[in-house]
């Protein structure tokens, strides 16, 4: 009897993927940045991008590069705890450089529930130059520190804080680089506040779609160097319903390898049942998060947009929902900048993300 392979396609989030499409020219930017001297504005780069476009991913893969190069990466979530969190995953990724003494000690575990208590040498300093202290150490000998900030939240004090002293360190010439990833909602609503200037002029990078020639090969080496065939007609299929979007690929990879079953080829067949499963499994864990997040207005224009096959007339769509040009490109722009919609100029614009337009064909009130 054949034996069930591992399914290799990653359709969560957070998972590195067998195969990374595109993005290359994203890393290499910040990677050469790394390699360029302390003040390379790619040094600080924002990530912006829809749900299941591939920001932590991408973070991740940067700050393992990184890491092959010699740098220190901490990484965490934007939350409260943040500094916490940062100066631990710091302090543990430098371990084996790091002086003893400057280490978090281990003070008290407490069993059921699971917890420990840290202590640390540095505890009374304030947190500006607990950082900074650690950074120097580091760059004394000549290790960069990248610091990874996901799930950016512009209600979180301690980001802000953060990103403060971060710009501090730039002045003072540290060898440090910052990245952020977050919705483009939360990132632009960041970017607002006062306290937080030097970000504006950080490079902000929007994941928009990947190329199809990038989704296919993606597509064909995580199938082939795992052991199984894909005719070109099949494969087609699943990359243009895939629309550049990761998360679809994934999605759409895992559920026609699951219905090969112990057959060795992903068939037509197979594939077109793994689109439509794909397509509830988008609805659910990113087309109705995204709607939730915009305006009804927003949602309106989308559901206006959804009754044509292709792109849509802008003009068009004003007419449709009745409200002035003006408006309607307030709400266009909004859109836009969610990456939900693309503009393809000469007054056209399109959906930007899968399964968009049926789901909202079918509900156009967006839930
Ligand atoms: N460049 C890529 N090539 C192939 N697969 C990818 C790529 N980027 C992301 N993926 C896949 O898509 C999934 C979603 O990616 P990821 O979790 O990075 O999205 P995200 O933008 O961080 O989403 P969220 O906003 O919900 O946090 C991952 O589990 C990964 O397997
Ligand atoms: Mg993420």
Redesign the pocket.
Known sequence: MATLRRNPF?P??????F?????DELIDDVIEGLANQPGDPNRATIFL?P????????MNAIAQEASSMGWINANAVARRGLLEDLMYALKTSAAHILDEQSLPQLTSVKVGPVGASWESPQENIPWRFRFQQTIEELNRQDVGVLFTID?VNPECEELIEFISFFQLFVSEGLDVAMLL?G?PSMVSTLLQSDYVSFVRRAFQRH?GT?PDEDIKD?FLSTITENGKTIGEDALDLAVKAAEGF??A??LIGYSAWRYTKDEKELTRAHVEKAIRRSYQEMEHSVVQPTLRECSQREVEYLAAMAADEGPSITSEVAVRMGISMTNASNLRRRLIDRGVIKDLRMGLVDFDMPAFKTYLREHPLGY
């Open positions: 990653t969560t989030f957070g998972h590195a993927p195969a990374f499409a595109g993005r991008g749900r299941g476009a591939g920001k932590t991913v991408l799930e990833a919705l994941l990947i993606a990761p998360f690929m994934q």
